[in-house]
T-cell receptor, first 114, second 110 residues
Framework: DADVTQTPRNRITKTGKRIMLECSQT?????MYWYRQDPGLGLRLIYY???????NKGEISDGYSVSRQAQAKFSLSLESAIPNQTALYFC?????????????FGQGTRLTVV | GQNIDQPTEMTATEGAIVQINCTYQ??????LFWYQQHAGEAPTFLSY????GLEEKGRFSSFLSRSKGYSYLLLKELQMKDSASYLC???????????FGAGTRLAVHP
């Protein structure tokens, strides 16, 4: 089983619909992140959470919200999806600390808004 | 804020050596990561530098100069499977969040 699991893996939704992307991890990490990836733009940080009571906006949080339901679960919601939110979304986790706390990524969710 | 600059694309020949450069500006600094990402797949960790100098790890090495805001990833004995995007990711000094550059797409040809 994967250490970081994203569901769904693929989703097509209509403009204006609410959609939730879910992420769960078995790494025991405190820190979790949501990124989106568009061609030529790399990974852009949407939201991040350093523990269950800590939620922070990233570079591009408008149009998104998150919920950290437990240490192992971090979900991303699009309240009213729009076509320019079509992208590949990645969840990631990392340990706390100052050293080599590499991030571990889920396999991604490919979202298409039509 | 953060600013990360990498070349968009590079090409190289199988068996050769390639150097991918990254310059960055961050609000504070707490280490720099390099990740590899094959098309449509999740990024995977390659290397981490926090002190100046070269870190070697098999065919891959990474260099850091904190005073210049500069890092490079060196790939030796290139293989076809090294065709991927390479992402430079400095970690800021404040909240320690990880910010990624747009990545360098490397194409290795025979």
């Amino acid at each position: 089983d994967a250490d970081v699991t994203q569901t769904p893996r693929n989703r097509i939704t209509k403009t204006g619909k609410r959609i939730m992307l879910e992420c769960s991890q078995t790494k025991g990490h405190d820190r979790m992140y949501w990124y989106r990836q568009d061609p030529g733009l790399g990974l852009r940080l949407i939201y991040y959470s350093f523990d269950v009571k800590d939620i922070n906006k990233g570079e591009i949080s408008d149009g998104y919200s998150v919920s950290r339901q437990a240490q192992a679960k971090f979900s991303l919601s699009l309240e009213s999806a729009i076509p320019n939110q079509t992208a590949l979304y990645f969840c990631a986790t990392s340990d706390a600390g100052q050293g080599n706390t590499e991030a571990f990524f889920g396999q991604g969710t490919r979202l298409t808004v039509v | 804020g953060q600013n990360i600059d990498q070349p968009t694309e590079m090409t190289a020949t199988e068996g050769a050596i390639v150097q991918i450069n990254c310059t960055y500006q961050t609000s504070g600094f707490n280490g720099l990561f390099w990740y590899q990402q094959h098309a449509g797949e999740a990024p995977t960790f390659l290397s981490y530098n926090v002190l100046d100098g070269l870190e070697e790890k098999g065919r891959f090495s990474s260099f850091l100069s904190r005073s210049k805001g500069y890092s490079y990833l060196l790939l030796k004995e290139l293989q076809m499977k090294d065709s991927a995007s390479y992402l430079c990711a400095p970690r800021d000094g404040g909240y320690n969040k990880l910010i990624f550059g747009a990545g360098t797409r490397l194409a290795v040809h025979p």
